[in-house]
């Protein structure tokens, strides 16, 4: 046994002189590695931004319909405003154009239009009056609002419309 201070050294490893062939087999392995690792890495990328638009989406969803009993509620204070004749209406007007404003804001544009086709992604029929100078299956007025377009709809609107010929 050796009981001297001296470290004992390890032996080195001499570089070993690979063939060109070894050698290029090695480094096209690296590269292929280096390649499969970078595809991988712009894969994560892409799929998280996927991930993460789908979370804004659900999140700017849950924040838009907060929203619809404050504009729903808007409406029929208007309404009975304006049967009343009292001029708070107006004002109450203002302030759920506002509302309306920021769902649209949210990218949930209103859905209120009346003389258009139904549209089964978009509106709800609440109610069918017959109507002889309108073709059938026309929206004639709306009920309540909607919200939204086809590929992203927050809240259908409720319609009324002509019946369906049969």
Known sequence: MDTSDE????????????APDERDARIAELDDRWRRAAADLDNVRKRTARELALVRD???????SVFL?????LTDAVVYAKQVNDPLGEGMESIREQAVAALERLD???????????DPRIHEVVSVVESGDLPPQTVVAVARL???????????????????RE
């Open 146 to 164: 909607g919200f939204g377009t086809p590929e992203r709809l927050l809240r259908p609107a409720g319609v009324v419309v002509t019946p369906a």
């Open 58 to 64: 659900v999140e700017r969803a849950r924040a838009a």
């Open 69 to 73: 009993p404050v504009v729903d509620g």
């Open 108 to 118: 949930y544009p209103r859905i209120d239009g009346v003389g258009v086709p139904f």
């Open 7 to 18: 470290p004992t050294a390890e032996p080195t490893a001499e570089p070993t002189a690979q």
